[in-house]
């Protein structure tokens, strides 16, 4: 986007933009704006982190595995099934095995 399709989203979001009365999920003011920033702050890093913890612009960091084919079929089918991406089913995987696998000490 070009600073002048900022502007123009801008000028869309402050003048135009008409938001329901009663809405549980639209920002308003102050609270839009600091949105807004976070927002803009976040995309020029790149991707997001999905670590809730992290600063804007930091990384996750990435692992990558390689899988049997049919191993990789299961996990497509099951996070489709579920309505996930299969690396958010990976994740979760890797969180419940670690925790039932720590060791003592």
Wanted: net charge negative; hydrophobic share 35%; aromatic share 4%.
């Amino acid at each position: 986007m070009t600073e002048k399709d900022y502007d123009a989203a801008a000028e869309w979001a402050e003048h135009d933009m008409n938001l329901p009365r009663r809405s549980g999920t639209a920002r308003r003011g102050a609270d839009a704006a600091a949105f807004g920033r976070e927002l803009v702050e976040r995309s020029q890093g790149g991707r997001p982190s999905i670590d809730p913890d992290a600063s804007p612009g930091d990384k996750s960091p990435v692992r990558q595995v390689r899988l049997p084919r049919a191993l990789d079929a299961d996990l497509i089918a099951y996070a489709e099934s579920i309505h996930r991406k299969p690396s958010e089913v990976l994740r979760e995987a890797l969180i419940e095995y670690l925790a039932s696998h720590k060791l003592a000490g």
